[in-house]
């Protein structure tokens, strides 16, 4: 045996403190024309009744890492599976969680707008609810307030050189959508012929062959090609004059 076997084989990690860790995800959406976030009221404590986000503890049976956490608890308590999920970041601290000194790793996704059907006994109800509204709430558990406002930061930012926002929309989609729900998450109105540019230049999409009207005049249906990934732009969007 090794000095590194016989250091192992010794090792006591119930020695050191440990702290409380968990991984939570921020899901967005266009419903009902606002940006909504997706959050699940809490049926245990603590905070119980408070609103937060999908997520929970790491299984370390089950899970290999953080983001196979943030995939299962959604799928769990949400019914939700996001095409696109990106880690946002850690949050840490002794007051963050009244159980104790916890960190949480941060994900955050879009999806578009479903009815979530939770089958969790840990949540009583999942409902979409408008970001704008956040901020004045009393009734949001833990920091979650937090961790929205720095993923609706990074989403911002993102939507300027990308074109994520399609992940908010159904499979198949107009340009006007995707202009309706870029200008919705930035918070003003962009260039068309930027944002048709740029939806061209990505190569992501594909026509469905199909077509939907729109007052006087019918729209062509996108679709994201099988396999396609979010490409992403050296310049920023450009907002409308």
């Not at 976030?37 to 905070?47: K, M, S, Y």
């Not at 833990?142 to 989403?155: C, E, K, M, P, S």
Request: hydrophobic share 40%.
């Amino acid at each position: 045996m090794t000095a590194e076997q016989q250091y192992l084989a010794g090792y006591d990690p119930s020695r050191y403190p440990t702290p409380i860790v968990t991984v939570d995800s921020v899901l967005f959406t266009l419903f009902d024309q606002r940006l909504c976030v997706l959050l699940v009221q809490r049926a245990n404590h603590p905070q119980q009744g408070f609103w937060g986000l999908p997520g929970g503890f790491i299984d370390l049976k089950r899970d290999d890492s953080t983001r196979a956490t943030a995939m299962r608890k959604l799928q769990e308590k949400t019914g939700v599976i996001p095409h696109w999920l990106e880690q946002l970041e850690t949050f840490s601290g002794p007051d963050r969680d009244p159980r104790g000194w916890s960190l949480t790793s941060a994900w955050y996704a879009l999806i578009a707008a479903e009815n979530c059907q939770s089958e969790s006994d840990a949540i009583s109800d999942v409902q979409w609810q408008p970001v704008a509204e956040l901020a004045s709430r009393s009734d949001i558990a833990f920091d979650h307030q937090q961790i929205i406002a720095a993923a609706l930061q990074r989403l911002r930012q993102k939507t300027l050189y990308s074109l994520l926002p399609v992940y908010c929309l159904p499979a198949a989609f107009t340009l006007t959508q995707l202009q309706d729900v870029t200008e919705t998450i930035l918070g003003q109105t962009v260039q068309r012929k930027s944002l048709i540019r740029r939806f061209e230049a990505s190569e992501m999409f594909e026509e469905t062959g199909e077509s939907v009207a729109t007052g006087a005049r019918k729209a062509k249906l996108y679709r994201l090609k099988v396999g396609a990934d979010v490409r992403n732009f050296s310049r920023n969007l450009m907002a409308a004059d």
